[in-house]
């Protein structure tokens, strides 16, 4: 019996010193395999050997020595914290560009005139090791408040609801200024929106309707001075165009007369000169012929014979024909008293 207890003591010792052994070995590789930290793309590890800063990982695997190095933290941060709260293990830090959007906050123009104002910042952590201040956000909260106020206490209404864009500008540069101890870069500040009180909103409508209304009157005014001037230019045109016409035709016809009249005398004196050309051929070839002066008595008397025969009650004898005459009479005398003696 003696025997067999010493063995199963022998036994039952040696089975549990194999399990602390296995144990020890296994908190140990557990310790290990906690210590092995891997750090994803575009994040940054902040580690802190005995509560001091030791220095910062970058992408990919590191080893942290269990009980000597942490990740930094901050033990003041509750651990159900809001949106503007930094995180309580603040040692896991992004440097992507990151952004916030702020609640509305009220602010005081230079002409008292109290609206709501919200706005969005974009910003990213350049030094992951900066100890500066606690709670950032909230403090970049609270620094962009205050920046926004001063700013819109310097411009009056009008002023801040048509210069966002120097607004924006402004405080992105005080609001860089302030932070870069703090290892935070503000890349861009938008004002979101302005809102102001709804009697300031119900005038600004009732302006621009007015506004809108007296442009339209004026386009409309613009637009028929336009057409009337348009309508009495063509007017003009048509006038001046008709009354060139008028002239050209006055001076086609005349030039049409000219011409007529022109060609007509040319006619006439053609004619005239036809007509005198065949009297003197005439009297060429009556004189060709040595017409004695009987022969032209004679016509002369045929010619005379056809005056007579006219409707003129007054009739134009030659002196030579009157002479002819009497002598014709006077041989005729003589014939009928030569008739007489005979008898």
Not at 37 to 47: A, D, F, L, N, S
Request: charged share 30%.
């Amino acid at each position: 019996m003696k025997n067999l207890f010493n063995f199963l003591v022998s036994t039952t010792g040696g089975t549990i010193t194999v399990i602390v052994l296995a144990v020890i070995l296994l908190v140990i590789l557990l310790v290990i395999i906690k210590g092995i930290k891997i750090v994803p793309q575009t994040q940054v590890y902040v580690v802190e050997r005995l509560g001091k800063y030791y220095k910062t990982w970058g992408t990919g695997v590191h080893f942290l020595v269990p009980f000597i190095d942490r990740i930094a933290s901050d033990p003041n941060v509750p651990l159900s914290g809001g949106k503007l709260d930094t995180p309580r293990l603040i040692g896991k830090v992004s440097l992507k560009e990151q952004v916030i959007d702020f609640d509305p906050q009220p602010v005081i123009t230079k002409d008292n005139v109290t609206m709501q104002i919200d706005t969005v910042v974009y910003y990213q952590i350049s030094d992951a090791k900066s100890y500066v201040v606690s709670k950032p956000l909230r403090a970049l909260d609270n620094l962009t408040t205050t920046t926004i106020r001063n700013i819109i206490g310097s411009l009056d209404l009008d002023q801040s609801l048509t210069s966002r864009n120097i607004i924006n500008e402004q405080m992105r540069e005080i609001l860089d200024e302030a932070t870069d101890p703090w290892g935070i870069k503000v890349f861009r500040v938008e004002v979101k929106n302005i809102m102001p009180p709804k009697d300031i909103r119900d005038a600004m409508e009732k302006q621009m309707r007015a506004e809108r209304e007296r442009r339209e009157a004026i386009l409309l005014a613009e637009g028929e001075k336009k057409a009337a001037i348009l309508k009495a230019e063509g007017i003009k045109e048509s006038e001046i165009l008709r009354a060139q016409a008028e002239k050209e035709s006055a001076i086609l016809r005349a030039e049409a007369e000219k011409e007529a009249t022109i060609r007509k005398a040319e006619g006439q004196a053609e004619a005239i000169v036809k007509v005198n050309e065949a009297t003197a051929q005439g009297l060429k070839m009556i004189k060709d012929v040595d017409v004695d002066k009987g022969v032209l008595t004679l016509k002369a008397y045929e010619s005379l014979e056809k005056v007579a025969d006219g409707q003129s009650t007054k009739i134009i004898i030659p002196s030579e024909l009157q002479g002819l005459a009497g002598l014709a009479l006077s041989a005729s005398e003589i014939i009928k008293e030569g008739k007489k003696d005979n008898k």
